[in-house]
């Protein structure tokens, strides 16, 4: 039990499972070979992070919007005069 019905500092942010892992868990609990699983696991490894590939698609974003308020920023200015 918790001291004061205080949770743990981060508890709220804790996944129990990634997908991941939860994929794996339940071909296990389907009677997929352990070896089957570790098999398709490296395969779906070896695509490369999700994370990582979207991450050239959010440097462009952010670089779009850094260039549209200096234009913004310019264009304010070119107007003030």
């Not at 991941?20 to 779906?44: H, N, T």
Request: hydrophobic letters at 45%.
């Amino acid at each position: 039990m918790y001291f004061g019905n205080r949770r743990p500092r981060g508890f709220h942010h804790t996944f129990r499972f990634s997908n991941e892992r939860r994929d794996i868990l339940d071909a296990l609990k389907r009677g997929v070979a352990p070896e089957d699983v570790a098999r398709q696991s490296l395969e779906g490894s070896s695509e490369g992070d999700r994370k990582s590939a979207r991450q050239p698609a959010r440097i462009t974003g952010w670089l779009f919007i850094v260039a549209l308020l200096l234009l913004l920023a310019a264009l304010m200015a070119l107007l003030a005069c």
